[in-house]
């Protein structure tokens, strides 16, 4: 099985290469991105460019949902031109929890991937783009995986949204738990990455750790180190129940 997993920053990249305890990366160039290939624990050497294997891929795909669309879409290209394409993308990082469901230090794996501000300002209110008749604003990774994800991790289950413009007050964040009562975290990346798995047919997982409150903007409040810990030893459990899950067989929705 060959999982892409696409972060945010190198930081979120190395917290995921910790977790799996993997031969040294190997940097692939690509366009729009680098690709770190490791290969599975005792197969060092096997998984190069003539024999691409199983294994995961990291990409530091950018902030944002237009940059992380942009990279995850060129590995996944790339892959699929080598012959070997990939079997699941995850989306994992650090984000923003919403109290009291998501706490600092705490996982979420998202049941509904959605781009929370995807649409129009009205007199009325907010209307997402798919009220205004095209488009969509939500993906939903399939069902026994993140059951599957949830159980091995200790993750709480919920929406995750993505934004361009990270909650900085109070009145935003109650506005967006108004409208999306089973959010439980905020990052500005899932959104771009699955519509770019979903263009390419491929499954996607969004996995983040908490590092802050989503509300007014307290950096002191902050805990980035600690999520990153939590987001290493999340992935390594994650990692482990993979193994065990098949993204081709019918079943598994």
Wanted: proline letters at 7%; charged letters at 15%.
């Amino acid at each position: 099985m060959r999982v892409l997993v696409a972060t945010a920053v190198p930081a979120e990249r190395e917290a995921v290469a910790r977790a799996l305890s993997a031969e040294p990366a190997r940097e692939v160039q690509l366009p729009a991105a680098t690709v770190h290939r490791l290969a599975p624990p005792g197969t060092a050497g096997a998984h190069d460019a003539e024999d691409p294997g199983g294994g995961f891929g990291l990409l530091a795909a950018g902030v944002g949902p237009a940059r992380a669309a942009a990279s995850t879409a060129a590995a996944l290209t790339a892959a699929a031109l080598d012959g070997a394409p990939y079997d699941l993308v995850v989306c994992a990082g650090i984000a923003g929890g919403f109290l009291p469901g998501a706490p600092v230090g705490s996982l979420v794996v998202a049941d509904e991937i959605t781009a929370a501000d995807l649409g129009a300002e009205t007199a009325d209110g907010f209307l997402p783009v798919t009220e205004l008749g095209f488009g969509t604003v939500t993906h939903r990774p399939p069902g026994h995986l993140v059951r599957t994800a949830a159980a091995a991790t200790g993750a709480a289950t919920g929406t995750v949204l993505t934004v361009s413009t990270v909650t900085g007050t109070a009145a935003r964040a109650a506005a967006l738990r108004a409208r999306h009562p089973r959010a439980l975290a905020e990052a500005m990346e899932g959104f771009g990455v699955a519509e770019a798995a979903a263009a390419h047919g491929v499954p996607v997982l969004e996995l983040r750790a908490v590092s802050n409150a989503v509300g007014p903007r307290d950096r002191a409040a902050w805990r980035i180190g600690d999520a990153l810990t939590a987001l290493t030893e999340g992935f390594e459990k994650l990692a482990a129940a993979l193994e065990s899950w098949n993204a081709h067989d019918p079943a598994e929705s």
